[in-house]
């Protein structure tokens, strides 16, 4: 294409979110005409932010998306270094586990914080305009229409070249493609709920050491403390909703964090603890999968519209990063090309959003809730290591043995029965070999992915 054509090209984001607005920079970067369709009153101004506001683990993914449109310095600098984890014990003991070398951090951010920035850094390009308060009614993309209803209450029939989904989990553009032929879909909702509190500064300082992500594992429960700029941090607590509904009272919860996060109760405090935890219920949690992430060269899906993840891995955010400045790559690739570029996106990246959703949820059951006993895991790792290295060599083995038996086959009239369909053997080996559970494999991995 050239530079005119580019210059023609209008393309319409829907979600003013964290992945909408760096999708429309880099997409204004190619000179495109983008509009972002935002439901929400500009955050910036209103007077409440609703939403999510769980803060966030910026990782290597996000940060070169960040980097690709000169932002990744100014992110960064609002954040704060996490070189390790801080398991609190039900005793009180605190053990550090750090995520790799001294080198290699993971960066709390705020995501309110974020999603202004990326705002200010989208409409300082002329070519972009954002549509608050405009929530989208239908999407067209065969006919590049989409339909939007503004302040004014009158719905507009927009026309467009590229309608881009960045419209979250319940994504309304998602909700269109499915009635498209063969696009697959699927969604679980865990039957945990989070809940959002506050641990506040004190003297002038934070509460506990700052460069670490706090975490208190309590066989079903588990809470989470991430560290703020203005030395607070923000307290996750992840609980089965069937508990949740149990606490009625302000004497139940103390009663309850008194029972299973004992030296968290002063660092809130029992006023403000009593107080927070009736101010907003328990939210639920969805796992989405969706197949092809595109609709010929009209429409894509990114983010958690695409793959939303529950967030027991920390990449949600890094993983719908990460969509962007692969989709970004694949244009250069193709020249600006749409009819190329969104098909093998959908190719490329469906693998690995999809393995880093079986990824959080595996460790959201494997390791995030459970009891295993740590010497325990140990000793299943190591089995599970040695069923591993005998798989490679059986299957190293059957491969030969098939090889002999097809050239056996192909050179005589009655190769040897007992050689026949050797491959049958997988399914036998699949489902007589018990693989354990994997609690430190699963450690292993999240270490390696948080950090990237």
Not at 99 to 106: D, L
């Amino acid at each position: 294409m050239d530079s005119s054509d580019i210059q023609r090209k209008k393309v319409a984001v829907i979600g003013g979110g964290l992945v909408g607005t760096l999708n429309a920079c880099f997409l204004a970067k190619r000179n495109f005409q983008v509009d972002v369709y935002e439901a929400r009153e500009d955050i910036r101004v209103a007077k409440s932010a609703r939403g999510r506001s769980i803060n966030l683990a910026l990782s290597y993914r996000g940060r070169q998306a960040l980097k690709a449109i000169d932002l990744e310095d100014q992110i960064v600098s609002q954040g704060i270094p996490m070189r390790a984890r801080m398991i609190h014990s039900l005793s009180g003991k605190k053990t550090a586990i750090p995520y790799g070398t001294k080198s290699q951090y993971i960066l709390s951010i705020s995501r309110e914080n974020l999603n202004k920035d990326l705002l200010n850094a989208v409409e300082k390009y002329p070519n972009v305009k954002m549509h608050f308060g405009h929530r989208l009614l239908k999407c067209s993309p065969e006919e590049g229409v989409i339909t939007v209803l503004g302040s004014d209450k009158v719905p507009k029939d927009v026309t467009c070249d590229l309608i881009v989904g960045c419209d979250g989990a319940y994504s309304t553009v998602r909700s269109h493609l499915m009635k498209k032929p063969r696009f697959d879909y699927s969604q679980q909702y865990i039957p945990h709920g989070y809940m959002e509190l506050t641990i506040p500064p004190k003297n002038g300082g934070y509460a506990m050491e700052p460069n670490y992500l706090h975490i208190w594992p309590r066989n079903t429960f588990m809470m989470i403390a991430l560290p703020n700029m203005n030395k607070s941090f923000t307290c996750t607590l992840f609980m089965p909703f069937e508990e949740f509904e149990k606490l009625l009272t302000s004497r139940d919860v103390l009663d309850f964090f008194h029972k299973y996060f004992p030296d968290s109760v002063p660092l809130i405090g029992e006023q403000a603890l009593a107080q927070d935890f009736f101010l907003l219920p328990a939210q639920a949690m969805i796992s989405v999968k969706c197949s092809s992430f595109h609709y010929k060269s009209h429409c894509v899906l990114m983010g958690d519209a695409a793959h939303a993840i529950v967030p027991f891995f920390g990449q949600g955010m890094n993983a719908g990063f990460e969509d962007c400045l692969v989709f970004d790559e694949l244009m250069d690739k193709f020249h600006n090309d749409l009819s190329m570029c969104l098909p093998e996106f959908s190719r490329f990246r469906i693998p690995d959003d999809h393995a880093i959703s079986d990824l959080s949820m595996y460790n959201y059951i494997e390791v995030t809730f459970s009891r295993i006993r740590y010497h325990e895991a140990v000793l299943r790792w190591h089995r599970q290591r040695k069923v591993i290295n005998k798989g490679v060599f059986f299957f190293g083995t059957l491969i030969a043995m098939s090889s002999a038996y097809l050239l056996i086959r192909s050179t005589s009239p009655r190769p040897l029965d007992y050689l026949r369909r050797p491959w049958d053997w997988v399914t036998n080996f699949h489902n007589t070999i018990c693989f354990p559970a994997n609690s430190m494999e699963s450690l292993e991995i999240f270490n390696v992915i948080s950090r990237r």
